[in-house]
T-cell receptor
Framework: EAQVTQNPRYLITVTGKKLTVTCSQNMNHEYMSWYRQDPGLGLRQIYYSMNVEVTDKGDVPEGYKVSRKEKRNFPLILESPSPNQTSLYFC??????????FGSGTRLTVV | AQSVTQPDIHITVSEGASLELRCNYS??????LFWYVQSPGQGLQLLLK??????LVQGIKGFEAEFKRSQSSFNLRKPSVHWSDAAEYFCGINSGGSNYKLTFGKGTLLTVNP
């Protein structure tokens, strides 16, 4: 089944403790992206990647890092999480703009 | 820069009534347009998309959308709403260039009354 898999689904962590949210797709898509969703703000793009080793900032990149060493994986790294990064995170992938496939989401709480 | 406006934050309709969710975009040329639905606690599911050609697009679950270039709009419609349509709906735009960036509106929450 074609899908985007994120892990974990839920995560509670403390301020300053580094964490990684993984994202993997099995559709051989070139493009991958991370979004965060906050009430009243909709979905905002954090980072995106056009292909392996090609990444760029989205609209709200501060406090986040990404890497794209393999085509299928696009992890989101929070080096020093803060409470304002409490949010619902989505990974998405696409090829040829036929539509974006989203993962099921990761709900992160930073206390 | 591309942007999307969904003027209605929350809409309530009765089951069986017709539905129209509004979406306006800002972009200098014809973009690629999408509608996604997010059920409570779920991810986003693609309802339909417009790239070119016929301006009336059919999607899944009985939804359709019409692209109107003159109004920079891409409104989503359904002739008869079901209780299971209660969800949040997002309109998205992509400029169609080598940048695959998808920009979303802030969403419209749909409540369906029995």
């Amino acid at each position: 089944e074609a899908q985007v898999t994120q892990n974990p689904r839920y995560l509670i962590t403390v301020t300053g403790k580094k964490l990684t949210v993984t994202c993997s797709q099995n559709m051989n898509h070139e493009y991958m992206s991370w979004y965060r969703q906050d009430p009243g703000l909709g979905l905002r793009q954090i980072y995106y990647s056009m292909n392996v080793e090609v990444t760029d900032k989205g609209d709200v990149p501060e406090g986040y890092k990404v890497s794209r060493k393999e085509k299928r994986n696009f992890p989101l790294i929070l080096e020093s999480p803060s409470p304002n990064q409490t949010s619902l995170y989505f990974c998405a992938s696409s090829s040829n703009r036929v539509g974006y496939t989203f993962g099921s989401g990761t709900r992160l709480t930073v206390v | 820069a591309q942007s999307v406006t969904q003027p209605d934050i929350h809409i309530t309709v009765s089951e069986g009534a017709s539905l129209e969710l509004r979406c306006n975009y800002s972009y200098g040329a014809t973009p690629y347009l999408f509608w996604y639905v997010q059920s409570p606690g779920q991810g986003l599911q693609l309802l339909l998309k417009y790239f070119s050609g016929d301006t009336l697009v059919q999607g899944i679950k009985g939804f359709e959308a019409e692209f109107k270039r003159s109004q920079s709009s891409f409104n989503l419609r359904k002739p008869s709403v079901h209780w299971s349509d209660a969800a949040e709906y997002f309109c998205g735009i992509n400029s169609g260039g080598s940048n695959y960036k998808l920009t979303f509106g802030k969403g419209t929450l749909l409540t369906v009354n029995p």
